[in-house]
């Protein structure tokens, strides 16, 4: 159990990239009650964003300089495809059955991969992304901290707390809550609920771009496909956590991370269970422990209890 | 509550949902009927994931397949007959090869077809193409069962379709010329094994792992990965507490790169090596962080360095394909050449005409060929198997594949 230490830093990494993007699935699924299945592909749009925004940048820019920017690049694409397809995709079928935007984000979803891979140049394998140059924080003997971790593990709780903040304390943020509470009610006390929408979608748009930096600088490359797998994991964080609770997002996202990776490195340290580790196994008990905690609490870790909903 | 399994059905739909839109193809170059101009028309198939992150290796064995029918119309390989090609992108799915195998089988016109990439996906494809008598040639599979049978392993061997030809050696070539490589010439002793579970990957890794332990080689622990995930970091750390003064890797170089490059970044200074799955540029070019020292081995004599390949690289670059032709060009340029040649023999036993039952005949032909190709002699013995068993050994040196030792494995 000696790296225990590192498992647990690797675990919480990888979480806090999770929680990062299923911001975005919890707050569009709270205020309109859409699962955007598209938000893997904008979680892409703004790696590619930011990876475009650094080669325009002239070579030899310090990456302390060149991060804010390429966030800043990034969140501008994915803001933008992301406010584009609220209203382009999702406005016109607010008030169609359920299923259908649903299916209509699944369609987006793929669009968005094709177009990628089709205009963005060179991305059909994976591209190249800057890395942070320089050796792993060594903290303890056990333990060390990559650049990319130390990165991701800092600015993700400054998000959290610049996102409470707004939502709890800010004029916008409050009719935000509004609105996710009763829609229509919010609309009579003059909230404009249009608004509203489209600001929830481009605020998970924006995290989900600074994921994308911070993914891309930790991996060293990005694909077109690369939202996928992670808009599932991330969906799933937001499951876990309670979908609908901006924390509980965070937190599922974390809990994930770590079951995750302690999967990878435990499971087949136990007597018997020496098959069932590893690697190819950690997908497989990252669901077995969401479905435990839907079993004992089916509104999720941090979820509220939304009678009217159920 | 119904809202909670809404979402979970929604996730499973879209995991469907995502594999389905994988079947689409691109590139369909129809093969026009017969007797167009006065000649006859015979397609040849390619199937190759064309899209998605093999599609560097698929763009390859495409255009080079593509340049071998190019130059036989062009010299007039066969009189009276016009090649063309039909190319379909699998996307290294299973599901979508078996799906091209049967479109192309559906095709009359098609006598042969070249592909695929992947072990995992001519699996699917050969009984299709079996029970139509039709011939598949691949460049690139590797994996002994596909044309030795299931009990290779048990040195049963058992052709299961007749129809199946490669140009590719095996992984049991491929496997322990590594493993003698890494123990004998590297002098690595402590290896960790990786594989990504598929068909390939798994078995090059099995075979390596037999071979590294007959030599007295210690295995010090193994992991698997899952194909298109990216965070490797808790395996990476595995690898550095077990001590390991190597790692091998069964798989393919998208999540190949990002391992090593994990790998690297714990701090462990230790080789990755793997088969030709790792061969490419982009397992270097992919991650940024130093890949030297890091091995692979692949089929065949460095295709730059052979006389007979040099014309042929002189021909891809005058076309002036997009796409360079990668590990399995040649390869796929003399799989193309075997079915042409096959072809050509079927037509001049048959008074300069192709017969009715033209499948069935290019298969018996396909046996039969010996040219001298762009990787070598070309021919194949009683399983479909190459006959050439040459291989080469690559090492990462200032982010390039440089090659460090080229042999002919007997055993």
């Keep these: 159990m000696h790296e225990l230490p590192q498992q647990l830093a690797n675990g919480l990494a990888l979480g806090a990239l999770y929680g990062l993007i299923a911001i975005g699935y919890t707050m569009v699924y709270g205020i309109v009650q859409l699962i955007n299945f598209a938000h893997g592909e904008i979680f892409m749009i703004g790696g590619f964003g930011a990876l475009t925004t650094y080669t325009a940048l002239p070579s030899g820019t310090s990456l302390l300089v060149a991060i804010p920017l390429m966030i800043l690049g990034g969140a501008i694409a994915s803001v933008a495809v992301a406010t584009a397809a609220e209203r382009f995709a999702y406005r016109p079928l607010r008030g169609a059955p359920r299923l259908a935007p649903l299916i209509t984000a699944i369609g987006l979803s793929i669009a968005l991969q094709q177009l990628v891979w089709q205009f963005y140049p060179d991305a059909k394998k994976a591209v190249s992304f800057p890395e942070f140059k320089g050796e792993a924080f060594q903290i303890t003997d056990g333990l060390q901290i990559q650049r990319a971790d130390a990165f991701i593990l800092a600015l993700a709780p400054l998000c959290m707390l610049a996102l409470g903040l707004f939502v709890s304390k800010s004029r916008s943020g409050r009719a935000m809550q509004a609105t996710a509470q009763d829609p229509d009610t919010a609309k009579l006390m003059g909230i404009n609920t249009d608004r509203i929408i489209v600001m929830a979608f481009a605020i998970g748009a924006a995290f989900a771009a600074v994921a994308a930096v911070a993914y891309g600088l930790d991996k060293g490359q990005i694909n077109f496909e690369m939202g996928f797998i992670l808009g599932l994991k991330a969906f799933t964080a937001a499951v876990l956590g309670g979908i609908g609770n901006i924390y509980g997002a965070m937190v599922g996202g974390v809990v994930l991370g770590i079951a995750e990776s302690l999967s990878i490195a435990y499971i087949e340290d136990i007597p018997g269970m020496q098959q069932l580790g590893g690697g190819a196994w950690s997908n497989v008990w990252a669901f077995v422990l969401l479905i435990l905690v839907l079993l004992v609490r089916p509104q999720g870790l941090l979820g509220e209890r939304v009678a009217d909903r159920a | ?411």
């Design chain 2, 1 to 411: 509550m119904r809202h909670r399994s809404l979402l979970i059905l929604t996730s499973v739909l879209t995991t469907g949902a995502l594999t389905l839109t994988a079947c689409g193809s691109r590139d369909e170059g129809k093969g026009s009927g017969d007797n167009a101009g006065g000649t006859t028309t015979v397609v040849i198939g390619v199937d190759a994931p064309l899209t998605g992150s093999l599609s560097a290796l698929g763009q390859g064995i495409k255009n080079s397949v593509d340049l071998a029918v190019q130059t036989a119309n062009k010299n007039k390989e066969v009189p009276g007959v016009t090649f063309k090609i039909e190319a379909l992108d699998d996307q290294a799915v299973p599901a979508s090869g078996q799906a091209n195998a049967t479109k192309l089988v559906g095709n009359k016109d098609v006598l042969g077809v070249v592909g695929p990439l992947n072990s995992g996906v001519s699996q699917q494809m050969q009984g299709v193409f079996s029970s139509a008598n039709l011939a598949q040639v691949s460049p690139a599979n590797t994996n002994p069962s596909l044309s030795q049978g299931d009990n290779w392993g048990k040195g049963e061997f058992k052709r299961p379709f007749k129809t199946y030809f490669r140009t590719a050696a095996t992984d049991v070539v491929q496997g322990k010329f590594a493993a003698q490589y890494l123990f004998k010439d590297a002098g690595k002793k402590k290896v960790y094994v990786v594989d990504d579970k598929q068909t390939y990957g798994a078995g090059l890794a099995a075979i390596f792992t037999d071979e590294f332990k007959r030599l007295g080689g210690q295995v010090v622990g193994t992991d698997h990965v899952t194909v298109k995930e990216t965070d490797f970091s808790s395996t990476a750390d595995k690898v550095k507490s077990s001590g390991a003064d190597s790692v091998y890797f069964g798989g393919q170089y998208p999540e190949g790169g990002l391992l090593s490059d994990q790998i690297k970044k714990t701090g462990a200074k230790v080789p990755v090596m793997g088969g030709d799955g790792i061969y490419d540029p982009a397992f270097i070019s992919a991650s940024a962080e130093a890949n030297d020292g890091d091995l692979a081995t692949s089929i065949g004599y460095p295709v730059e360095k052979l006389d007979t390949a040099k014309k042929f690289i002189e021909n891809y670059k005058a076309a002036g394909y997009k796409d360079p032709y990668a590990a399995y060009g040649g390869y796929s340029y003399d799989a193309g050449w075997a079915i042409i040649q096959a072809v050509k023999a079927v037509v001049a036993a048959n008074n300069g005409k192709l017969p009715e039952d033209a499948r069935a005949k290019v298969t018996e032909a396909l046996g039969k060929v010996s040219f001298d190709g762009v990787t070598g002699k070309v021919s194949f013995d009683e399983f479909g198997d190459t006959t050439n068993k040459q291989l080469t050994v690559y090492k990462v040196e200032g982010g390039k594949w440089i090659d460090v030792k080229s042999d002919t494995f007997n055993q």
